[in-house]
């Protein structure tokens, strides 16, 4: 396992039943929410600029009633377009997409979509960084993957190859991500070892 | 001339007189379509990767049919927190708002809001570029405005200063973008020119 901060993985599991721990504050939360609450530090912080993108939302009738908000009165999900979250971080462009999974052994690559990897990959070609923040929910553990270790089981999925990452991948070419009361998934310090 | 997405100019403009001329053709179309159509152009061109955000919808109901897909049935307009366009051009972070104006001989400042402020000047803080494209409709003009400049108005109008942006200190100081075929609103040729 690859520990950028040089922190053994153990500091967040040493007791089952403490839950009185830090390590173990973050259960019932969403990834998304933890990820909205370490941007949101960030930002106070001084130290990034990275929002998750609204939900793209295809509106079709919208009634204005009177001396009140317009309200919208039927409108569809769409797909996004992107990946969820982007911004700027110590001068470079950074564009994530957070994934959560209930699989203890591998990430299945269904979670992804076709158009993500195309955006990724033109991030990447024009000196973006992009990677996935992938959630085992089983394990309580998250992990930083970055966009190419992720292309090269996509690239190898479309000529056939298996359709999910092995956990044991993930652990050995991901970066884990550590959990903080703060940033409490707290990337960027996975970002600073990896890339500045 | 090759274009990218395969399709002619012309396609999209009878054209019935005098806007045969390039610099008249994108009467008509709002200021958003043409930066929608411009940041398209840049992705198929392998230039750029600059995306609008979705608009913001706090959703309150949503139904759930079967076998069809999920309605939101009441949903509300949000205020965006950031900017409209962000993404990655030439290995910078990328950071805009587009706005047009009927007015003709100054911009208004209550076009533009205290938090998209807020969020260009940490941008900026983190080696972001961050600008606005202001289009003057009447006059069919398009500019480029670093946000450095509207901030120096913005802060002014704090104190008591005047509440808008005189159209010859946006001629003076920002920067004209040309109306191209292709890329209609070709804002990458000004930042090249002030960036790189």
Redesign the interface.
Known sequence: MNYPNGRRSSSRHAAPQGKTKPEFSNRGMTLEEDINLTNEYY?QA?M??I?K?????Q?VQVDYPKRS??????????Q???TDY??????????FEAKETKNKTSFPLSNVHQHQVD?MK??E????ISFFIIKFTPRDEVYLLPSSTLFAFWDDQQNGGRKSIPYHSIDKEGFRIPFRYQARIDYAGVLDKLYF
């Open positions: 930002l001084g990034a600029v929002h993108k609204p939900t793209p939302v509106i908000a317009a309200v919208i009165k039927e409108a569809y999900f769409k996004a377009s992107t982007n911004g700027v971080y110590r001068g470079r462009y950074i564009d955006h033109a991030v070609k024009h000196g973006g």
